[in-house]
């Protein structure tokens, strides 16, 4: 590959970096927002950084030129998640996520009120995403739930369903991610957390994919948080991660 086109691919992957801000205070996201401004894509606020930093956070990412995934997972009655996804759209986020399990209307109305909203604030309509089945279960906890079905056929047909629904794309583990690419088409978005670089040592390697090989199986986005922010050098790290995404769209 020319030295060209290769520095177009390592933009257009950076672009598809995800990393998770998962740290307590504005300060500390910021700082590292400041940092890795130029060596991912976008930066993702979940729970924890939004109950102790509020929209303020969001905003602050936005001043910056950077570009925002709202991690908050909604799940309540239709009207409710919808208006929340509404107040999302006008902070300007690209992307935001609710439960699919949620309902078929849960998540068509959140469709239409973000497009709605998107158009009367004239800012860019958010990606929106569904949760299947969140990574940290297994067959038996839905079992005890009441989901008999295996955890890869409950992620297809939660899947299928967000598609349905007019949803962008799903949140999937490495795991999942060809055979909703497989069901649910080229087009359909899957963001991959639980990714390790090939050089990080791993526990438990099968509940895990390097970006490498989560990008050959199809997944849009990664995901990643603390193989950057624990690294001796976030910056390095991340570009390391870059550089490995890459590799996985080469031929094998
Ligand atoms: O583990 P790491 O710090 O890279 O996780 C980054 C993000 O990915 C977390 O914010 C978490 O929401 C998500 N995650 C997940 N499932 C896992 C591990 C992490 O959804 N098994």
Known sequence: MGSASNSKSIVSMRKRLIFALDVPTQREALELVDALAGEVGVFKVGKQLFVSSGPEIVKQIRRRGGDVFLDLKFHDIPRTVAKAAAEATKLDVAMLDVHASGS???MRETVREVAKTARDE???RPKLLAITVLTSLNRSDLSRVGV???VESQVT??????????MD????SPLEVARIRRECGSRFLIVTPGV?????????????????QAIRAGAKYLVVG???RNAPDPVQAAR?????????TRLP
Not at 169 to 172: N, Q, S, T, W
Not at 206 to 212: L, S
Not at 241 to 246: G, L, N
């Open 226 to 228: 603390s193989p950057i």
């Open 122 to 124: 004239r800012v860019k």
């Open 240 to 248: 390391d991660i870059v550089a490995e995404m890459q590799r996985g």
């Open 104 to 106: 078929v209307e849960m």
């Open 157 to 166: 047909r939660l899947a299928k369903l967000a598609r349905l629904c007019g």
């Open 148 to 150: 008999k079905s295996t």
């Open 196 to 212: 390790r670089p090939a050089s990080s040592d791993v526990e438990d390697q099968k509940r895990v994919m390097t970006p490498e």
């Open 169 to 172: 794309g799903v949140v999937a």
